[in-house]
Structures are given as structure tokens and as C-alpha cells.
């Protein structure tokens, strides 16, 4: 889904959040995307994060991360003080907290961090195209609205929650095409998100096939 903060910053703002790499083969997985991303290697031999990180990152966010500093990183980010802060947590976090952090590092292009923090494994999506399920199909949905619309500048309009739900009503746009009416609904049990619709209309501003919900 789009994402950024929660209401009062703007997405302009929430792009400047990028973080850095939190240990080494983080760093190394988006090293491989930066370089297929300007042509050094083949796009088609990247496989699982980078593969994603080539497609949901700009190259500036790329090239941040891939150049942070390796010294005192962990071997991987399950290691890192965030991780283990976020795990060491006694009480799990509010649905509003789970919100704010899924749209703070989505906002931030860190969609590999959002979906380890933020969704359960079997996380359930619903959408136009049918019910899917798990970490894979929330891959998929981020890299074709990316496709979609790169580059957008996104607007959200309303963040409303209750218990354990949740409802974000949004929009984005290009220079070539807009995704209007998008809602995206959440459910959020124990600190995880179990379950997320999406809907949203793209409509081409130069010619193409008019309105087409996804």
C-alpha cells in the first residue's frame, strides 16, 4: 500500500525519512538492487529482497543504505537494538502504534522492515483480484502500485481506528496517471496486522483505459 506518517506530515516530508541499513546483509541485498537499478547487472538476476528492494526504492535510498557504515553491525537486522527492542516489548502495541509504524517505514521506502515489524506471516489481503495471503502478496501489491504510479506524491485523507481495526483513505499521483478513492482497511491483533484490504481507482491523465479498480 502507499504510506507515510500519520496525519499532519506530509509526504514530501516522510520521503526524507530514509533509513539506513541495520546490519550487513541488509546492506549487501541493497548494494545488488542499487546496481541493477542503474544497470550494472541485470535486473532479472535479482531474487527475493533485493528484488523487491529494487522495486519499491528509489536509487537515492538505495545508495543511503548501501553506503552506511558497516562497522558494529549485526549480521543481520533480527540482531540489531531496533529488533530487539521492538521483540523485547512485554505488551504488544496498540493498533494506532502498529498503524504509525507501518506508515513511518513505508513512507520511508522500508517495505521489507514494515512487513517484518508490522505483519503476521499469514497476514491476509483482500483486493480486486481475489484473497491472497503471507508477506509474498503484500510484495506484490507494493511493487505493481509502484509500478502504477512511481514516484507519487501521496495525500491521506483520513486515519480512523477502533480496537483492532483500522481504516486509511488515500490518494496518489504522477505525471501520467492518479489512484483516487483508495481505501485500505486494517485488522491488527496482538501487535501484528492479520488482515488489509485495498482498493483504489488508477485513472491514466493521457489517454489509456479510463478508470480501473484494483
Known amino acids: 500500500t502507499p504510506d507515510e506518517p500519520p496525519q499532519g506530515r506530509s509526504g514530501d516530508e516522510c520521503r526524507k525519512i530514509i533509513m539506513p541499513a541495520k546490519s550487513k546483509k541488509q546492506q549487501m541485498l541493497a548494494g545488488a538492487a542499487l546496481a541493477a537499478k542503474r544497470g550494472d547487472r541485470p535486473k532479472g538476476a535479482l531474487r527475493g529482497a533485493s528484488k523487491s528492494m529494487a522495486s519499491t526504492m528509489s536509487e537515492n535510498q538505495l545508495k543511503k543504505m548501501a553506503n552506511t557504515k ?4 549485526p549480521t543481520s537486522a533480527s540482531k ?4 530487539s527492542a521492538t521483540e523485547s516489548r512485554s505488551m504488544p502495541r496498540s493498533t494506532r502504534e502498529v498503524l504509525d509504524d507501518h506508515l513511518k517505514r513505508r513512507g520511508a521506502g522500508c517495505l521489507l522492515e514494515d512487513l517484518q515489524s508490522n505483519y503476521s506471516r499469514d497476514v491476509v489481503l483482500l483486493c480486486e483480484s481475489g484473497v491472497h495471503q503471507g508477506h509474498d502478496a503484500l510484495r506484490d501489491s507494493a511493487e505493481k502500485l509502484w509500478q502504477q504510479v512511481p514516484g507519487a506524491k ?5 486515519i480512523q481506528t477502533e480496537g483492532e481495526y483500522a481504516l486509511l483513505k ?3 499521483e504522477t505525471e501520467r496517471a492518479r489512484a483516487d478513492h483508495g481505501v485500505d482497511s486494517f485488522v491488527i491483533r496482538d501487535g501484528k496486522i492479520v488482515m488489509q484490504s485495498i482498493y483504489y481507482e488508477l485513472q491514466e491523465k ?9
Open 170 to 172: 488515500w490518494r496518489a
Open 80 to 83: 540489531s537494538k531496533v529488533s
Open 70 to 73: 558497516r562497522k558494529g553491525k
Open 206 to 214: 493521457r489517454g489509456g483505459n479510463g478508470n480501473q479498480p484494483f
Open 154 to 158: 501521496f495525500g491521506y485523507l483520513s
